[in-house]
Nanobody, 128 residues
Framework: QVQLVESGGGLVQAGGSLRLSCAAS????????MGWFRQAPGKEREFVAA????????YYPDSVKGRFTISRDNVAKTVYVQMNSLKPEDTAVYYC?????????????????????WGQGTQVTVSS
C-alpha cells in the first residue's frame, strides 16, 4: 500500500500561483511514477502532470504546459506541482496518484486507470 496526502490547495485570484504537495508513505519503493489529476464539478478527471521517481522524466498536457511544473524530492518522498498564471478554469479538486508501472509513455501516464493509489484531493479555487 502507498498512502498519499495532498496539501497546498486554496483560493487564489486569476494570474496567481499555488504550489501543491503530495507526501507519499508506505511501500513507496513500488511507486514508479507520480501524477497529478484534477476534477471540476460535472467534468471528467483530467491529467495535469506526472514525473518518474528515478529519472525525473516529466509529462504535461498542452492545457498546462508552460504554466505548471512538477518536481519531486526523492528523500522526502514528496511530489510538488507549481502552478503559475492560474485561470478560473483551473478550479478543481486536485488529486495525487501513484503508478507502479514503467511503460514510459505520455499516453499511458495521462490516463487515470494507469494509477493504482490515490490521495483524497485538495481544492483549488481560482477567482476571476
Amino acid at each position: 500500500q502507498v498512502q498519499l496526502v495532498e496539501s497546498g490547495g486554496g483560493l487564489v485570484q486569476a494570474g496567481g500561483s499555488l504550489r501543491l504537495s503530495c507526501a507519499a508513505s508506505g511501500r513507496t519503493f513500488s511507486s514508479y511514477v507520480m501524477g497529478w489529476f484534477r476534477q471540476a464539478p460535472g467534468k471528467e478527471r483530467e491529467f495535469v502532470a506526472a514525473i518518474s521517481w528515478t529519472a525525473g522524466t516529466t509529462y504535461y498536457p498542452d492545457s498546462v504546459k508552460g504554466r505548471f511544473t512538477i518536481s519531486r524530492d526523492n528523500v522526502a518522498k514528496t511530489v510538488y506541482v507549481q502552478m503559475n498564471s492560474l485561470k478560473p478554469e483551473d478550479t478543481a479538486v486536485y488529486y495525487c496518484a501513484s503508478s507502479q508501472w514503467s511503460s514510459g509513455s505520455f499516453s499511458y501516464y495521462s490516463r487515470s486507470p494507469s494509477y493504482n493509489y490515490w490521495g483524497q484531493g485538495t481544492q483549488v479555487t481560482v477567482s476571476s
